[in-house]
């Protein structure tokens, strides 16, 4: 399964959909998910209460499924990028980047030379059996580097954020713009999605790709038409709960059936 597809089908322009809901190193929940084939699930290390030394296994089970391991990680710190990737992650997550500055830096953290400057010493190889040789020399061809916009700075700095070489995806978070807007959780409010519906168009002939995270299957469908083409759609948790409620409700309402 090396190296994962992931950076491939968004080079190619595909839709990509992943789902999240990892909240603790629970490897028979990385599996279930996996087990819906997913392209990517996405594993949270900045809100969760984890961190780096509980993805080895995770990252392992995922890549040996076919799935990417998508690590957001809590800051733009070469320590967290570097033993992230090394973990196994085929792409990490930069949360809160304002600026071209930061963006640079979280390029030159997670690449090796030439492209960047990230130390050499991965080490997920161990548990999936690849060859450390070949990881290390086409690791720059598969790491998938992703930059969250999720203030009006962003946005405003997205010209020049642009064209800082070594992004892969933008990913638009909805709720930290919102809160950036003063609209703090109307993520459905006019001026979140003319962000969202603008973000699309300034990024076209970049070769990034725009990514943001739904949960409503009519949501995602229409930034699907609005020029999104990587998407997190929703989280199993979640979903499951909102299941369970409805189940539960439905048999209380009517316990035998009749």
């Known amino acids: 399964m090396y190296p994962n597809p992931l950076k491939g089908k968004l080079k190619s322009g595909e839709i990509v959909l992943g789902s999240g809901g990892v909240v603790g190193p629970s490897l028979h929940m990385v599996g279930a998910i996996a087990s819906a084939n997913p392209d990517f699930i996405w594993i949270d290390t900045e809100h969760q209460p984890f961190g780096t030394e509980a993805l080895p296994g995770s990252c392992a089970i995922l890549r040996l499924r076919g799935v990417a391991p998508v690590v957001r990680i809590p800051w733009n710190d070469p320590a967290l990028i570097k033993k992230t990737y090394d973990a196994g992650a085929v792409a990490v997550m930069v949360p809160q980047v304002d600026d071209a500055d930061a963006v640079a830096r979280a390029v030159e953290y997670a690449r090796y030379p030439p492209l960047g400057n990230r130390g050499i010493s991965p080490n997920w190889q161990i548990i999936t059996g690849e060859d450390f040789e070949h990881v290390i020399a086409t690791a720059n061809e598969e790491t998938v580097l992703i930059v969250q916009m999720e203030s009006v700075t962003a946005y405003e700095n997205l010209d020049e954020i642009k064209k800082v070489e070594g992004i892969d995806v933008i990913m638009v978070g909805p709720m930290d713009l919102s809160a950036s807007l003063g609209k703090t959780a109307q993520t459905g409010c006019k001026e979140v999605q003319e962000i969202m519906q603008d973000v699309p168009r300034r990024l076209e002939g970049t070769g990034i790709v725009p990514a943001t995270t739904l949960g409503a299957v009519p949501e995602i469908q229409e930034k699907i038409r609005w020029g999104y083409r990587m ?25 035998i059936g009749e």
């Open 231 to 255: 998407l997190n759609v929703g989280s199993v948790l979640n979903y499951g709960a909102d299941v369970l409620k409805d189940n539960l409700e439905s048999l209380r309402a009517d316990p």
